[in-house]
């Protein structure tokens, strides 16, 4: 028996010795690795990236007046950094095939009719028509007064029909309320709801107390949460400009808790607030804060403070 481990531990330590003459003999190993495997996955809402480009076409940054709860607030706080301009996205025509080739998806195999909300649904519901090959209607606010006077336009023939609504994004369900009771009064039977995108629960709930079923591509509900981590990240800002002005006390001298270091994060959550994670937009401003209270800058009652101010300010839904 001790022969036989004595011969099985030097073959063992040869073959070890020829393996490493190999690997010696074929120089280091230079092979990279596929850049493709070492990215994170794309959220399932963002299938190819869709959501991304869908939001950097429409997106449009600036000062705008929205509508906003509560009233009592003052007008200045009455405003949004951005609005989703959907007609930039529905006037590019390969987003739009792509787009409602995914809408198209979501539309239910019972309903006959679909009917576009003016004026946003308009453009959307005409190409669907033609993806789907069903009849298009057109649903008015209200009755034009002059020519036919119709509410509806489109194909007539959809009285007792199973109709499908189509519309851009879905806030609070009142313009979709009114377009349901306008087809009811005409006669169709409005059973569902196709959206773009859905940036209010209290739309969906709207939608559920009408009795129809909502569809949606992308759940945008977290647009708020977007616009508080915005506030937050120019509140920070003005605190790490002051910090570096008047260092008292002294920041830490590392790179990573450095004020420029920390401007630098500032900056890169003000260009991608709208497309990074949620998650990893509070993780950067979690860090952020973490380094201010640290260093005595700031106090977690501080932070506290100004967190529940921003959210105070930042009760807006996108116009």
Not at 122 to 133: A, N
Not at 238 to 252: E, G, I, K, S, Y
Not at 297 to 302: D, I, P, Q, W
Request: net charge positive.
């Amino acid at each position: 028996m001790k022969r036989r481990s004595t011969d099985l531990a030097a073959t063992s330590s040869a073959d070890w010795r020829d393996g490493a003459k190999r690997r010696r003999a074929r120089g280091p190993d230079l092979r990279v690795a596929d850049p493709a495997a070492t990215k994170p996955p794309r959220p399932a809402q963002s299938p190819d990236g869709l959501m991304d480009r869908v939001l950097a076409l429409g997106t449009v940054k600036g000062r705008f007046a929205i509508k906003y709860l509560p009233v009592s607030l003052p007008l200045k706080s009455r405003r949004t950094d951005y609005v989703f301009d959907g007609f930039q996205v529905a006037s590019n025509p390969r987003l739009l095939r792509e787009v409602c080739r995914r809408l198209a998806a979501l539309i239910p195999r019972e309903a006959r009719f679909l009917a576009g909300v003016a004026l946003a649904g308009i453009p959307w519901v005409t190409l669907l028509s033609q993806i789907t090959g069903r009849p298009a209607l057109f649903v008015r606010m209200q009755a034009k007064h002059h020519g036919t006077r119709r509410v509806i336009e489109g194909n007539q023939d959809f009285v007792g029909q199973a109709v499908c609504l189509v519309d851009e994004i879905l806030v609070t369900g009142k313009t979709l309320a009114c377009a349901r009771e306008q087809l009811r009064q005409q006669g169709a039977v409005p059973q569902w709801a196709v959206f773009l995108a859905v940036s209010e629960t209290e739309g969906l709930r709207a939608v559920r107390r009408m009795g129809m079923k909502a569809r949606y591509l992308f759940d945008w509900r977290d647009g708020r949460m977007r616009q508080e981590t915005l506030q937050v990240c120019r509140c920070l800002k003005r605190r790490l400009r002051q910090a570096r002005r008047n260092p008292r006390p002294p920041m830490p001298a590392a790179k990573e808790t450095s004020p420029a270091f920390l401007l630098g994060m500032c900056r890169e959550i003000e260009a991608h607030y709208l497309t990074w994670p949620v998650d990893k937009l509070h993780r950067w401003i979690g860090y952020i804060q973490g380094v201010l209270v640290a260093t005595g800058y700031s106090t977690v009652k501080a932070e506290r403070g100004m967190i529940r101010l921003v959210r105070r300010k930042t009760h807006a839904r996108p116009d």
